[in-house]
């Protein structure tokens, strides 16, 4: 069973900065893929970024592009997303992925909040 630990969440200002934090509980190079999804109320589940956790590939969605950037840390097992000028319509839960060799693998998620 592979657990995903994501911190970091919390309300901010529109224009303002925040950084999720995805702890794994396994080696990351038994993780071929991993990202953030979002989900806002009454929305459908959307893809924010995925990283390749052996090349360190990227990937953003088109609305998230040029402002968040993914990145992970293979010594601690722990990807990242930070998130800068954030507006209104990035609040949503946030929630980490992983395509493991054991199958994929949600967190628990995270909220984010942008608000004046």
């Known amino acids: 069973q592979v657990q995903l630990v994501e911190s970091g969440g919390g309300l901010v200002q529109p224009g303002g900065s925040l950084r999720l934090s995805c702890a794994a509980s396994v080696n990351i190079f038994s993780i071929n893929t991993m990202g953030w999804y979002r989900q806002a109320p009454g929305n459908q589940r959307e893809l924010v970024a995925t990283i390749t956790t052996s090349g360190g590939g990227t990937n953003y969605a088109d609305s998230v592009k040029g402002r968040f950037i993914i990145s992970r840390d293979i010594s601690k097992n722990t990807m990242y997303l930070r998130m800068n000028s954030l507006k209104p319509d990035d609040t949503a839960v946030y929630y980490c992925?992983?395509?493991?060799?054991?199958?994929?693998?949600w967190g628990q998620g995270t909220q984010v909040t942008v608000s004046s």
């Open positions: 992925y992983a395509a493991t060799v054991w199958g994929d693998y």
